[in-house]
């Protein structure tokens, strides 16, 4: 009997409740959103804590499999660049309302679902929705995670 890996459990688990194809359209464009300007919140108290962030996430995200680590990586990567070239004085502002509009989003992605968040049930979910949305882009390319 084939093993099923914690990662296959969770994106399985996460997908339940994200089925609605305007629901997932919605999670497309929100959950990487969501984690930009989380990271560009996290950058506002101070660079290092939106590193001290990523960093960690990558630590989980490579404990469940390397290649979603790796993807996680390079987006992360891109995202902290993007901050450091961006004027500070506008992102934490930037990074507030954007954030608030993307969580409305997913909220009325749900809504559409007519199912609630997966984090209502699992904190971890919320690293999981970047992950999930990662999943359709390896598929897509024909890359195993």
């Not at 199912?115 to 904190?123: A, G, I, R």
Request: with cysteine; aromatic share 14%.
């Amino acid at each position: 009997m084939p093993q099923h890996r914690t990662i296959d459990t969770l994106l399985a688990k996460y997908s339940e409740s994200h089925l609605h194809p305007t629901n997932e359209l919605i999670h497309f464009v929100c959950v990487p959103v969501i984690m930009f300007t989380l990271l560009g919140l996290l950058w506002s108290l101070h660079p290092l804590v939106a590193f001290a962030f990523a960093a960690g996430s990558m630590w989980y995200y490579l404990r469940l499999s390397k290649p979603f680590a790796v993807g996680m990586f390079m987006m992360a990567a891109v995202m902290l660049s993007i901050l450091a070239a961006l004027p500070q004085a506008a992102i934490l502002q930037l990074s507030l309302a954007i954030f608030v509009l993307a969580w409305i989003g997913q909220f009325i992605g749900h809504k559409i679902e007519g199912k609630k968040p997966s984090f209502f049930e699992d904190l971890r979910f919320l690293l999981i929705g970047p992950l999930f949305v990662l999943s359709f882009l390896y598929r897509r390319l024909h890359l195993a995670y």
